[in-house]
């Protein structure tokens, strides 16, 4: 049957029958207003105050907490929460409905915008909800099926076996001095596939823009929390320990950096920068972003808020790479041509009215996925071809893997019933998802089994390991995924590159011999 697709987030619920809810974004909206000449003195904050919003100020780096920024900051009516120095971002409160155009008129700052459009706290949607759990009946067949040396559920896991993880883990499950990132909704560390690999050390709450390390912040929200970075988390490092599933990197550490606000509804600007700060000045390794920063589905550069938003994001994940870190992000499930001249963003900003419009994906981006230097995924499902929704383009998709689709398109072969990713949730339990989020943490997975083999090797060099260990796959043409004899995407490029896949879908095998 055909897959019901949820328009909140990047990766989604599904039932351990077949039904799965495929996460998804929403887009831009209108532009503020253009910034005074540079260099005017900033006016003071505006005599009737407005609700208090979110802002990014971008400075030069080291000048972010100079006496000299910050009184510009307070007498345009903000307040600094977080000074991100090393890379020149300031996470500013302010309720002056005009402190944006004010500050950047002042000599010395880059770029300022607004994080959002509702105001402080966020306000939530509905919650792509808690996925319907494997029964005790899937649970004993799966049991069963389980050949010695695998995990209880392995036999439910055909995307291990389709980039040949299986194979790999008789090598190596990976180096414990390893670390990867989840940036995302929060991670169950007490779920049995997760516990034996948490990293709580390295784990945090960015929600706010500014870390809050206070024991168990990093869980997803007990009220309205989403099981999405439990399930990325236990993909990449589920431990192979006779319980449950088993990840495609069972033997490296894994750490939760939660980013989404309550409900797992909106990934804002302040949260992510945090989030790539942090695992910059952690030694994370590779981080796993199976998401796209709200309220804007596209960013675009002539948009004065837009910009700093986008600036804000390229800097801090510039800086993480430049300490080591890898950083991979999901594509997007809406089967949007990355590489084409327009697209439709119906639905920004999502987190007051959205409204329609046509973008440029040139101009206006996809942030993270669409920034320099990210490793950008797309899915593939059980017959090894692009997934229904995922979202394409030549020069912006780097790699392919696993991330589930409809039986009714591609339905894996036996002992495994569905076609989408098993994966642990909050509560103990296991259950299907289905989207570019499941997808990017096999791309991560092997990210990680890559670091363990080479431990010395540079975040440039891991990137490069990825591309060379991939299969190479050409495109799919005609591609008719439904069999309605109409195209539903075009694929351009060859079997060496190409919007599809990139440079190949991951191989676990490859990455450790």
């Not at 591609?479 to 079997?495: E, L, P, S």
């Amino acid at each position: 049957m055909p897959l019901h697709i949820s328009r909140t987030r990047r990766g989604v619920a599904a039932s351990a029958g077949l039904a799965t809810a495929v996460a998804l974004a929403l887009l831009p909206g209108t532009a503020s207003a253009a910034p005074t000449a540079a260099g005017a003195t900033p006016a003071k904050a505006a005599a009737t105050a407005g609700p208090e919003l979110s802002y990014i100020v971008n400075v030069r780096p080291g000048q972010g907490n100079s006496a000299r920024v910050q009184r510009a900051v307070a007498q345009a009516g903000g307040s600094v929460l977080q000074a991100y120095d090393r890379i020149g971002v300031l996470v500013v409160h302010s309720a002056n409905p005009d402190f944006a155009k004010t500050i950047r008129t002042v000599r010395g700052v880059d770029s300022a915008g607004a994080t959002r459009t509702a105001p402080l706290p966020a306000q939530s949607t509905t919650d792509v909800g808690s996925p319907k759990h494997l029964t005790a009946e899937d649970l004993k067949a799966a049991s069963a099926k389980a050949a010695p040396g695998e995990d209880p559920l392995e036999p439910l896991q055909w995307d291990l076996k389709a980039i040949k993880a299986d194979k790999a883990h008789e090598k190596t499950l990976g180096s414990s001095k390893v670390t990867v990132g989840v940036i995302d909704t929060g991670v169950d560390d007490t779920h049995p596939d997760i516990a034996p690999n948490f990293d709580r050390a390295k784990s945090v709450s960015c929600i706010t823009g500014k870390p809050d390390t206070t024991d168990g912040a990093w869980r997803p929200f007990t009220t309205g929390g989403s099981p999405h970075g439990t399930h990325v988390a236990g993909e990449i490092a589920g431990a192979k320990n006779g319980v449950g599933i088993t990840g495609v990197a069972p033997g490296v550490k894994v750490a939760a950096i939660k980013v989404s606000t309550q409900g797992g509804s909106f990934f804002y600007t302040e949260a992510v920068v945090c989030g790539f700060m942090w695992a910059a000045e952690h030694h994370i390794d590779v981080t796993n972003n199976s998401y796209y920063t709200d309220p804007w589905y596209f960013n675009c550069k002539n948009d004065p808020d837009q910009k700093a938003l986008i600036e804000a994001i390229t800097r801090a994940s510039k800086y993480a790479e430049s300490k080591g870190t890898v950083n991979v992000a999901a594509a997007g499930n809406e089967n949007y041509d990355f590489a084409s001249d327009s697209i439709t963003d119906p639905a920004s900003p999502n987190d007051t009215t959205p409204g329609s419009r046509v973008i440029d994906p040139h101009q206006c981006l996809d942030i993270p996925t669409q920034l320099p230097g990210v490793v950008t995924v797309a899915s593939t499902g059980a017959k090894g071809i692009k997934s229904s929704f995922s979202n394409y383009g030549l020069g912006v998709i780097d790699i392919a893997a696993p991330g589930g689709d409809s039986t009714a398109y591609q339905p894996p072969q036996a002992p495994a019933t569905s076609g989408l990713i098993l994966g642990p949730v909050p509560g103990g339990t296991w259950a299907y998802m289905a989207g570019t989020s499941m997808a990017t943490p096999h791309v991560v997975g092997v990210a990680a089994l890559l670091k363990s083999t080479h431990p010395h090797a540079s975040a440039f060099q891991i990137k490069a390991l990825l591309a060379l260990q991939a299969d190479r796959t050409p495109c799919t043409t005609p591609y008719d995924i439904n069999g309605d004899g109409k195209a539903d995407a075009v694929c351009q490029g060859g079997r060496f590159y190409n919007g599809f896949y990139g440079a190949g879908i991951t191989n676990a095998l490859n990455a450790v011999q």
